[in-house]
């Protein structure tokens, strides 16, 4: 039953509604619980030439070696970005693709 949908926010309930037709105004709304009070004094210092994938290395999300590949071309091409690559993940093609970031010569920068 809509009765039993979840949603985070009356926004998301609102446009579930307009795009599917459906009334959940039944549906009960949990906000994510995240404490915000404890980031609101944190002093950023954010590094926006570093980029991040999470998630499990399998067959079909290929895209983590594509974009080793890119981080190589833009350190090599332009030394002075120093372009970090963070990956965080496990599963069979783990192997594979430490063995090609090393290949690279890219464990420099790719984590």
Known sequence: PLENIFFMSQLTQEKHTLYLERDFS???????????????????NPNRR??????????????????????????KNHPDLKIEYHIYGDGPLRKKLVDYINSKSASEFVF
């Open 26 to 44: 039944k549906s009960p709304i949990i906000p994510v619980a995240i404490d915000v009070q404890r980031f609101q004094n944190v002093i950023r």
């Open 50 to 75: 570093k980029i991040i994938s999470i998630g499990n290395i399998v067959n079909f999300r290929t895209y983590m070696f594509q974009i080793v590949d890119t981080c190589c071309d833009l350190n």
